[in-house]
Structures are given as C-alpha cells and as structure tokens.
C-alpha cells in the first residue's frame, strides 16, 4: 500500500496568513494526488486534483503543487472559511489511500 | 446538479452484516468516466476508502476489508450498494457515498461525495 503522510497534523494561523500544508508519499506516484477539505460534521469536498488542478468552484487562493513523493497545499491568504481539515489522498494506486489530515485552526 | 444520498439502519449488532444503498441523481450511474465508491469515517479519525465499482459491475475493493465487503450496482435504479459481513464495533463510522473520477482509464478524485450517514455497530 502506499503511505501518505502529512504535515504538520494541526496549524494554528490567522486570517490572512500564508498556509502550506505538505503531503509525502512512501512511493512515486507522479501527479496523482488529490486534496480534500472537510468541515465539521459535512462530508469532504475537492479542492485540488491531479496535484495541481482547481476544482471548478473553489476559490483561486487555494493551489497545489508538487509530483513524484512530494506535494504542498497552499492557502494564499486565508479566509474564516478555510479553517477546516484538510485530507491528502493518492489516486495511483488502489488501495486508494488518505493522508492523515491536518486541521487549520484559528 | 448531481446528489448522492446513503440510506440504510444506522444501528447493527456484532457479527451482523451492514448494508447501505446510495441513491444517485443528477446523472447516469451507467457514466464512463467515473466509479462509484464507498468511503468510511470513524468519528474523530480519518477517511478510508472502502472500494469502488463500474457501471458494468468491475469492482476494486481495499485489501483490509476485501474478505468481508461487496459492492453492487443496479443501474436500472441509479443505486450502488455497500455490504459488510460480520461487522465489529470496529466498523462504527460514517460511511460516504461518492463520485470517482475515471478519465481516460486513470482513477482521479472523489468530486462528489454523498452527506454520510452514521452506522453504529452495537448490541
């Protein structure tokens, strides 16, 4: 299986910060990376696939980047609505596997 | 606009098998550019992909659940279903319903989920 490990598991920023979150992967998976926001009590949504593609509707602050083992979600300025948790998940290979989360708090 | 929605007991007992239907609007669950998938959440933990299954009945199931999971379709109800035999409180999440990505013949995201629906594994 491939491992997906992100860091940090929690950030605590302000609105208007700068937040990198990254994601590694215990093996190359070329641009099949996915990130996913999930708000308490709601299921998660896309944000970015294929490491670096905006899904259609989600804000031009939100940015991926990154391919092979390594990859970074990047929030440009963030938002009230940004604090949330953020999942990773790799599409390469099945077993489909998901990052551990990282939870952005004020 | 596409909506998923998960319906099944949110209550089963030990060594009990848990079955949820997911009920697909908005689109042909017979689309071939996407799976259909089952995702699991144990309150307060992360997500795990359950497995995903084609319009045509392929399925691909994750290897800690393979031997007690099946996943089915009826396309004629635009439904896909989760079956999961001899559940323990271990199995307790919120199971989720989703979309697959499935362009030209690579697995992409999930980029629809369903709301999720608690099931509790308990006497």
């Known amino acids: 299986d491939i491992q997906m490990t992100q860091s940090p598991s929690s950030l605590s920023a302000s609105v208007g910060d700068r937040v990198t979150i990254t994601c590694r992967a215990s093996q190359g998976i070329s641009h099949s990376l996915n990130w996913y926001q999930q708000k308490p009590g709601k299921a998660p949504r896309v944000l970015i696939y294929a490491a670096s593609s905006l899904q259609s509707g989600v804000p031009s602050r939100f940015s991926g980047s990154g391919s092979g083992t390594d990859f970074t979600l990047t929030i440009s300025s963030l938002q009230p609505a940004d604090f949330a948790t953020y999942y990773c998940q790799q599409s390469y290979d099945t077993p489909l596997t998901f990052g551990g989360g990282t939870k952005v708090e004020i | 606009q596409l909506q998923l929605q998960e319906s099944g007991p949110g209550l089963v007992k030990p060594s009990e098998t848990l079955s949820l239907t997911c009920t697909v609007s908005g689109d042909s669950i017979s689309s071939t550019s996407y799976y259909w998938a089952w995702i699991r959440q144990p309150p307060g933990k992360g997500l795990e992909w359950i497995g995903n299954?084609?319009?045509?009945?392929?399925?691909y199931y994750n290897p800690s659940l393979k031997s007690r999971v099946t996943i089915s379709v009826d396309t004629s109800k635009n439904q896909f279903s989760l079956k999961l035999t001899s559940v323990t409180a271990a199995d307790t999440a919120f199971y989720y319903c989703?979309?697959?990505?499935?362009?030209?013949?690579?697995?992409?995201?999930?980029?629809?989920w369903g709301q999720g629906t608690m099931v509790t594994v308990s006497s």
């Open positions: 989703a979309r697959l990505q499935y362009p030209r013949r690579v697995m992409g995201a999930f980029d629809f």
């Open positions: 299954i084609y319009y045509g009945g392929s399925t």
